[in-house]
């Protein structure tokens, strides 16, 4: 966005947080954290997740794999974002989201754990508690990853500009500078 605004200054993009489980068979309390490393890379996970915290290091991000304890079934984080979008906060609240797994080991199954990462990203704590509490929207969710994996998605991040242009994979930041160039060129041309 920073490159985006720096030759751009006048346009003001949306960013919006979409639906997608990395496993969306998870039982609805998650499974522990060491069992599902053990079970999808094997031996070498730990090192893959070593490389991850090196690369974020980098660009300022202290990943600490080591604090998460649950691998989540992540409908509920899904729907809370869903939530803070219906109330204009969604990016707000994914940063928090991300903080509080990736760094503080938050169990995201928790719907306490949830309406903290609510109250932080400036959400009602009772109101987002009581909406992942129940039922609302979860279908809407659920379909918004059914639908994403049916386009071919099949991982993240994966971007997506003006409906035009998808980027699967984290890129350098001039490959998605490009990849929204190229998203304006197509709208334009509709």
Known sequence: MKL?????????????????????DLPNEG???????????????????????K???T??????FDNIEVQPNTVNAHRLLHYAELQGKQ?????VLFE?????????????ALAEVAAKGGLDRAQAKAWLAS????????????E???????GVPFFIFNRAVGVSGAQEPDTLLRAMLQAMQTDAAS
């Open 148 to 154: 994403a994996r049916n386009a071919g998605i099949g």
């Open 100 to 112: 509080a797994y990736f760094i503080n080991g938050a169990n995201l199954t928790d719907i306490d």
């Open 59 to 64: 660009v300022g991000i202290p990943f600490a």
């Open 31 to 53: 499974i522990p954290r060491v069992d599902y490393i053990a079970r999808k890379f094997g031996a070498r996970g730990k090192g893959n997740y070593e490389r991850v915290a």
């Open 55 to 57: 690369v974020g290091e």
């Open 135 to 146: 039922d609302a929207e979860r279908d809407v969710v659920v379909g918004a990853d059914a």
């Open 4 to 24: 985006l605004n720096q030759q751009l200054p006048d346009v003001k993009p949306a960013v919006r947080w979409l639906p997608f489980q990395l496993n969306p």
């Open 91 to 95: 990016d707000a609240v994914a940063e």
